[in-house]
């Protein structure tokens, strides 16, 4: 008796270590951002684990903390990581050179724009699911150009006209990032819609004429139209005085728009602000579309079937869909084109994202392992630019000398020519 009972035992003891190993198969780790869409996810992720019967065990984390966490974790070999957001145009570079994103061979890219896809390919494979898009737009006092007679600026000459005509009394002309390193993502689109570049194939080439020229256009509308102080500015200082009524006219990313048209933040009603596609150059009209966060599964993972079914899901339409309605700008083409939901998103969100998603530059920054200190060295010429107002003859001396030494980064990363 006391033998069956033991037997007995051992079996049942058996079953429930061995359901509960069946059990932990069916268990991922995801690493996601403190970020409006990281919530999203995370929000609903009790009714995936319904749906699916896998248990997630999420995380979220600041972006920095996240970068820093991750690479640590993967450099080490010890992550137990399945699927984490990434930031494309910050870490994707080095992840996929160390190759810690597992290629998505089989995910269906056909509902996203093709420049979005362009920058999460390598190797020729798409190692990122695109998931929240930003691009450059121009910010507009509707009242102030009405009240001056001028029109919505479409190309940098009336820009600059308008920016000259507008900037009276303590209403600055025209704002844009003037603090170093944090101004080379808005200074992009003036460099490329000169007809330059910040890399080309591995190589430098912001010290080309075309690339001068921008930064010189740059360091000369800003340094002249722009608000007191301008190179201690980023976006998060230049945003405050936007809602204050204290700037005319704004360039930076689309995301700002909720919050300059809130009636809670601003004290200028939502009918007064304008939002239009970045002004053309002399040679294109290209500004950045920038994809700031993505989703990813890591190669180190275990459950790479787990992870994809998670990551189907958390890239889904639907849940694109309710990003929208919150004013998350998604990258998903078949969201933009749904009515149901662009009748919740602002007619001028809709009309910039259609520009971009076609004309636009898919990065905003070099794109490259070491695109901290490329910033940073690319910032020391913004600001001698702004300073004087784009006349320093030491511009393009600065800029032989900074693209060197970005050469040099590049060299050091083995990415040089790649």
């Keep these: 008796m006391r033998a069956t009972l033991k037997f007995s035992l051992a079996i049942a003891l058996g079953l429930s270590l061995s359901g509960g190993a069946l059990a932990q198969t069916k268990e991922i780790r995801v690493l996601l951002a403190n970020h409006p869409y990281g919530d999203i996810i995370k929000a609903a992720i009790p009714e995936f684990e319904q749906q699916s019967g896998i248990k997630v065990n999420a995380e979220s984390l600041q972006e920095s903390q996240l970068s820093t966490k991750l690479t640590t974790e993967f450099a080490t070999n010890s ?26 061979v089989g995910y269906d890219f056909s509902d996203y724009p093709a420049n979005t896809v362009s920058i999460v390919t390598y190797d020729g494979n798409p ?38 005509k507008l900037n009276t009394g303590g209403v600055a002309g025209l704002a844009s990032r003037g603090k170093g390193a944090a101004a080379v993502t808005q200074l992009s689109s003036y460099i490329y819609n000169f007809g330059g570049q910040y890399l080309d194939k591995g190589v430098a080439v912001f010290d080309s004429k075309e690339a001068v020229d921008g930064i010189r256009y740059y360091g000369k509308v800003i340094g002249s139209y722009g608000p007191r102080g301008v190179t201690s500015m980023s976006w998060e200082n230049i945003l405050p005085l936007f809602q204050a009524g204290r700037i005319a006219m704004w360039t930076d990313a689309s ?16 009918d007064k602000i304008g939002i239009a596609n970045f002004p053309a150059g002399p040679k294109t009209n290209s500004p950045f579309y920038a994809t700031s966060w993505g989703l990813a599964m890591a190669s180190q993972s275990k459950k790479k079937d787990l992870a994809k079914t998670f990551l189907d899901w958390a890239t889904s339409k639907e849940l694109a869909a309710k990003a929208m309605v919150a004013n998350i700008t998604m990258a998903r083409t078949s969201v933009w084109e749904d009515q149901a939901v662009v009748a919740k998103v602002d007619p001028g969100l809709v009309e910039t994202r259609a520009f971009v998603a076609k004309n636009g530059y898919p990065t905003d920054r ?42 040099k980064l590049l060299r050091d990363t083995g990415e040089y020519g790649q």
Excluded: C, H
């Design 366 to 407: 070099p794109f490259m392992s070491a695109v901290g200190e490329a910033r940073d060295l690319i910032g020391e010429i913004v600001l001698e630019s702004i300073n004087t107002k784009g006349a320093s003859p030491q511009i393009d001396e600065m800029a032989k000398d900074r693209a060197a030494k970005v050469n």
């Design 255 to 270: 995301v700002f728009y909720g919050q300059i048209t809130d009636p809670a933040k601003t004290s200028l009603g939502a």
């Design 127 to 164: 190692n990122i699911v695109p998931l929240v898009t930003e691009w450059q737009v121009l910010f507009y006092r509707k009242d102030l150009l009405a009240a001056a007679g001028l029109k919505v600026p479409t190309n940098f000459d009336e820009l600059a006209a308008a920016a000259e």
């Design 79 to 104: 992550s137990s990581v399945d699927v984490f957001m990434t930031r494309p145009l910050q870490d994707g570079k080095l992840f996929a050179k160390n190759k810690w994103y597992e290629p998505l």
